[in-house]
């Protein structure tokens, strides 16, 4: 069914009506095709909400086969003289501000639908009627099972008895009518020792009209389940418009007699839904104009906008809305009320909310208490238990320090600074020499409320000490300095020395401040030198030396350490691979021979050099021909030589009608290579052809006079033709033709009128 899409459902209930088909029938027929109760229940839903997204749809008389709705689906179909729903009117610019109708979302709410539930026994007060079904089961030494529906005459046929009158009984009372008949048939039914039993129970329960009016979101009759509520009405019908109705007097109507008054609060502030009665059949629900409303806002649990009875109280509506919050001003509440002419504010004590009533229109703002402390002293600083203290249990700084646990060992005794605010609220600082205070030397200092008191530490008032190593140590940086730091604890921090480090030329260089003793006046650096084994063991005299703040340690590197630097040979030698260089006077020759020297099969116009990813053209066979040859390069770290086999093709790209790679043949020339790939083409530029030689070398064409030397080709090559360059055309926009074809015309015209002067 959920395959379906709303055109098929729609055709399909279009046809069934068209057969002149009832509801109920309707339903039979879709049962006896294998749908079941739950699949016929989600179809009412679907139609009842796309009716909905459709309310311009032209309105016409309904019949009783367009009730598609089921006992379980509170989502109606508008029937009798159904009203347009409710028009949207335009909100002002503050109406986004406005809290919600309390309890209008009882009714929006897609998770909640007050569906009547249908697997309870049938309540006892039930009263039969029209298109309900009975079930009649007889047990014992007779069997037999009947099921009948009422008719809308109220009664049932069972076998070829009589009709049986159950409309408006109760069940039980049915059953008793019914066994009482149906004794015709089975002798002794229902009593001690005859053998034979019978019971009744309801089986699919009728449908029932029921009318919603006044100040509702959608008015209009709706099919309900004959176990439906008030709620379950209101919901199907949106519930009370949120701009005029009344959620507090919802009347129902039976037999043009008001019978009950709901009032929805009872259900949202205390589950009571003892005036949630039972619909029957053609029953009225008629929602009233509200009467009062006060919007309440601030610190309450639940702002919004609350209705209100004769005779209930601003305290009420505070109950209403959850009362106050945590960070409520209780003291008194901000009023603005409408007058005849204007608005006014009022202010009421909290003294006078159980007693003030409300008016229309009134609207509530409780206040949040101010961010301020009526007795608040603060401490920070070198203390052992810094915060915030009670003004009445330190009324002094000597009995707010100890209620902070005294101070550290490290606090700045001299001066403490004290932070007060003025009765302009102006802050001023204060300062007291916290070392008399504490000795007795000096009356006790008096606090105020938000005094904050600051007690600096020693390390406060200096800049960060810090040593820095530098050079070969494992974890070089910057270092906290402390008191009596030799060379060899601060190397300790830096996780030791390196690999290639010296420790026979640490030096260290220290700030100068007033020792200035045997130093030029150009020399603002006092520079050590100390001379430390690998086990960190300085001679008496240099381990009595300690370090100073700001101190900068050098540890040396060994002249001769160096990490391995690498080079690579591939290709056509006898043992390529990586090669660590020997020393800075190694070249490629020697590389070379190192290698093992070349394969026979090597081709040393091809070999390729590459430093730092750029290849740099080479002549190696000039290079072990003469290694004092000013090609033969010295080898720097991450060099790579590649000396490949001979290749024997020649690649021809550029401008040639046919770009080709051929076979390399020592009889072709230049040119025989250009006509063999089919000539140049028409964009060529001929005189700027160039080889790329397979060593990466390049070689243009020459020309002298009116002749043209063309490179001399080789086996791996790369002939390449360039193309000409394009030239920028330089045209005219439309206005300027218009304008040098207005000017020549121009000149004519004066070059004719001097013709015909002369």
Request: aromatic share 8%; proline share 6%.
């Amino acid at each position: 069914m959920s395959d379906l899409t709303d055109e098929q459902i729609q055709q399909f209930i279009q046809q069934a009506k068209s057969s002149g088909l009832s509801e109920s029938q309707i339903e039979q027929l879709a049962l006896s095709r294998g749908f079941t109760q739950a699949d016929i229940t989600a179809v009412r839903q679907r139609i009842g909400n796309a009716a909905l997204k459709t309310p311009t749809e032209p309105v016409r008389a309904p019949d009783a086969s367009d009730r598609i709705q089921s006992p379980e689906s509170p989502i109606p179909l508008p029937t009798d003289n159904p009203t347009p729903p409710a028009q949207s009117t335009a909100k002002s610019p503050d109406a986004r501000d406005t809290p919600p109708v309390f309890g209008a979302s009882l009714f929006s709410n897609t998770n909640l639908t007050f569906e009547p539930n249908l697997r309870i026994p049938t309540p006892k007060n039930y009263q039969l009627g029209p298109d309900d079904e009975l079930i009649v089961d007889i047990y014992g030494n007779a069997q037999q099972t009947y099921r009948a529906k009422i008719n809308p005459e109220g009664t049932i046929r069972l076998e070829n008895l009589s009709p049986i009158y159950v409309s408006g009984l109760t069940v039980e009372q049915a059953e008793q009518r019914i066994v009482g008949r149906l004794r015709q048939l089975y002798m002794g039914l229902n009593t001690a020792g005859s053998g034979v039993q019978a019971q009744v129970s309801l089986g699919n329960i009728r449908s029932i009209k029921i009318t919603l009016i006044g100040q509702v979101v959608k008015p209009g009759t709706y099919t309900l389940s004959s176990l439906g509520t008030v709620f379950n009405a209101l919901y199907a019908a949106g519930g009370p418009d949120p701009d005029r109705g009344s959620f507090r007097d919802i009347r129902v109507y039976r037999a043009n007699r008001q019978i009950r008054t709901l009032d929805v609060y009872d259900f949202l502030l205390g589950a009571d839904q003892k005036d949630n009665i039972r619909l029957q059949d053609q029953d009225i629900v008629y929602v009233n104009h509200y009467d009062t409303r006060v919007e309440l806002n601030g610190e309450v649990k639940q702002p919004g906008i609350y209705e209100v009875k004769k005779g209930e109280v601003l305290k009420t509506v505070l109950a209403f809305a959850g009362g106050f919050t945590d960070r409520a001003y209780t003291a008194s509440l901000t009023l603005r009320r409408n007058t005849d002419k204007e608005l006014e504010i009022g202010t009421i004590p909290a003294l006078k909310i159980d007693a003030f009533v409300p008016q229309r229109g009134d609207h509530y703002v409780v206040g949040s208490i101010t961010e301020r402390y009526s007795n608040r002293v603060t401490i920070h600083g070198a203390v052992f238990r810094p915060g915030t203290y009670a003004l009445q249990n330190s009324p002094t700084l000597k009995q707010l320090i100890a209620a902070a646990e005294g101070l550290r060992e490290d606090a700045f005794m001299n001066r403490v600074t004290l932070r007060r605010l003025r009765t302009n609220l102006d802050p001023e600082l204060i300062s007291v020499d916290l070392g008399k205070v504490m000795r007795g030397e000096l009356a006790d200092f008096p606090l105020q409320r938000e005094d904050e008191i600051t007690v600096l530490a020693y390390g406060d008032l200096r800049e960060k000490r810090t040593v820095t190593l530098q050079g070969a140590v494992n974890k070089p940086g910057l270092f906290d300095y402390a008191d009596s730091m030799s060379v060899a604890s601060l190397i300790v921090l830096a996780g030791g020395f390196t690999e290639g480090a010296t420790a026979s030329r640490i030096e260290i260089a220290r700030r100068l401040r007033n020792d200035t003793t045997g130093l030029p006046d150009n020399q603002n650096i006092r520079i050590f030198q100390f001379n430390l084994d690998e086990n960190l063991r300085l001679t008496d005299a240099d381990a009595r030396f300690s370090l100073h703040p700001f101190d900068q340690v050098f540890i040396r590197t060994s002249p001769r350490y160096e990490t391995q630097k690498m080079v690579t040979i591939t290709g056509e030698v006898r043992y390529p691979g990586r090669y660590a260089i020997r020393d800075k006077s190694e070249r490629i020759s020697d590389l070379i021979g190192r290698a093992g020297g070349l394969q026979p099969e090597a081709f040393l116009n091809a070999a390729r050099f590459v430093r730092q990813g750029e290849i740099i053209s080479i002549n190696i066979r000039e290079i072990l021909q003469k290694p004092t040859k000013s090609g033969n390069l010295l080898l720097l770290t991450g060099d790579s030589i590649t000396i490949p086999r001979k290749v024997e093709l020649v690649r021809i790209r550029g401008e040639v009608l046919n770009q080709s790679t051929v076979d390399y043949n020592s009889t072709k020339s230049f040119r025989s290579y250009i006509d063999e790939s089919g000539g140049f083409t028409s964009n060529a530029q001929r005189r700027k052809a160039y080889v790329v030689y397979a060593n990466g070398q390049i070689q243009r064409t020459k020309r002298f006079l009116l002749f043209r030397s063309f490179p001399t080709p080789e086996p791996g090559m790369d002939l390449v033709v360039p193309a000409k360059p394009k030239r920028e055309e330089n045209k005219l926009s439309a206005p300027e033709r218009i304008a040098v074809m207005t000017g020549i015309t121009s000149l004519a015209a004066v070059v004719l009128t001097v013709i015909r002067l002369f």
